[in-house]
């Protein structure tokens, strides 16, 4: 398995309050995402990393920001978390771009957040 | 933006095999189409990747037919501790999943 790994996996929070989730690579790969997962929509995009400062925003991107400063770690701040952000949150990886031609993501275990 | 459709949730049996259809009408040239399973508190696995005709692994296979606008994934012989979430992905822009398929294997 690739090595990802995502901090806290759990975590509670109220309304209101800022929330940081990390995600850290041994793999040294190039591209960074954080998804979202919610019953009846899947997987969602929330923003991704194309190299070390380098973001872009993905599908869902509004209420979050992100940040890049070394290679293996890409953190996800949610800067006044509401209840619409319980969710559960997906950190990948792809050596290329954008998960394709060759470079499929490699998927971290989750974090649980409730925004109470 | 390519978007995916699939089946919502498939039924088998143990040692059958299973064919999951993902359509994929607006895939770009330069797409690539790719695979994915999910189990419970997991993040998803890649299973397959394939560009156009047929790619095979030693998990599964994956048909591209030549207009490319759609794929079907093969799960051979299938077990009990197959029952996942298989998700399609076609990459173009923002790499936006499709709803998944949810197998159920029965015994």
């Known amino acids: 398995d690739a090595g990802i790994t995502q901090s806290p996996r759990h975590k509670v929070t109220e309304t209101g309050t800022p929330v940081t989730l990390r995600c850290h690579q041994t793999e040294n790969h190039r591209y960074m995402y954080w998804y979202r997962q919610d019953p009846g929509h899947g997987l969602r995009l929330i923003h991704y990393s194309y190299g070390v400062k380098d973001t872009d925003k993905g599908e869902v991107s509004d209420g979050y920001s992100v940040s890049r400063s070394k290679t293996e770690d890409f953190l996800l701040t949610l800067e006044s978390a509401t209840s619409s952000q319980t969710s559960v949150y997906f950190c990948a990886i792809s050596e290329g771009g954008l998960g394709g031609k060759g470079s499929p993501l490699h998927f971290g275990n989750g974090t649980r957040l409730t925004v109470t | 933006l390519a978007k995916t459709t699939q089946p919502i949730s498939m039924d088998s049996y143990e040692g059958q095999e299973v064919n999951i259809t993902c359509s994929h009408n607006n895939i770009a040239t330069n797409d690539y189409i790719t695979w994915y399973q999910q189990f419970p508190s997991q993040g998803p696995r890649f299973i397959i990747q394939?560009?156009?005709t047929k790619v095979t692994n030693e998990v599964a296979s994956l048909f591209i037919p030549a207009d490319r606008k759609s794929s079907t994934l093969s799960l051979p012989r299938v077990s009990l501790s197959d029952t996942a979430v298989y998700y399609c992905?076609?990459?173009?822009?923002?790499?936006?999943f499709g709803q998944g398929t949810t197998l159920q294997v029965k015994p």
């Open positions: 394939g560009y156009k």
């Open positions: 992905l076609v990459v173009s822009g923002k790499l936006i």
